[in-house]
């Protein structure tokens, strides 16, 4: 049964905001995330939970470097690599109206550069602490683990961030100007 | 005096006050000993030590002398090759501090040494480094 009057119509819209974005109604719905990125994130947090899983010192580096990287991960999901979604589609010149969604996340990229820089540097302080860890016990796996690491941090700060923001410089500008 | 070298400046003075304040005495001479192991617990997830060895970051070998954005097969950000800073070991020690200070836009994705007594440590075997 669909709502009749405004009052209750407009108290369910707004409820249906709250619901689907608490604080950010700009970026209301969820969008995913491309696939090779979805899988790295999650072969990432598997071989970090298993190395957190070892005695010290690995085990406690390797936890330190997994908060880190599951509360970056979030924000990556959330806003900073939904964008990347829509390359196929901007290789072959396609923009349409319906792309709009990315807008708000790029601009919030833009805005939150600083800050995504500095959760890189956080994740290479841990990092090297893990690989000191690896190289105290003479552990390969996670020596291995944080040098890769490393190179994908470097992967996102060289190459996914600038695309990010000119994903959304092509949007802005191919857009109709409503968006 | 550009921007950058204002900056420089005032990390520099910046670093000189608080090695003075925290370490008497502690900025002028490093122990290179004591920079090995400063090197191996906070550079060599990204750096190596070895010629020729580019990782996520560059060689650190022959790094006191050289020129921003001089190391063959190493793709720098475009601040590093624009910053035109010889590395020598004042100029380490402002960058060391606080890279994004020295060089904005910098790709280097760490926060800095904060203790002037490990950065002086740090120098100092990377002064060893050739």
Redesign the interface.
Known sequence: MFPRTPALFGLMALTAGLWIAPGAPAMAQDHPIPQALRIEQKETLEQLTALAARPAPVGPAAKDALALLQKHYAREREFILPPLTLLPQLADGKVTPDMAWALPMTERVRAEREQI??E??????A???L??AA?EANDNDAKEF??SA??D??TD??ILEPTILMIGDALRAKLPAAH | MTVRHARVAFASLTAAALGSFLMPGSAVAGDPVAGKAVF???????HANRAGDN??GPTLWGVVGRKTGSVPEY?Y?PANLGANITWTDAELDAYLAAP?AVIPGT?M???GVKDPTKRADLIAYLDTLK
């Open positions: 820089f500095d890189h540097a956080e994740a290479t302080e990092l090297n602490a690989l000191t190289v944080a040098e490393a190179g941090s470097l700060l060289e | 191996q617990s906070n550079c060599v997830v990204c990782k996520v793709t950000s994004r790709k994705a760490y926060a």
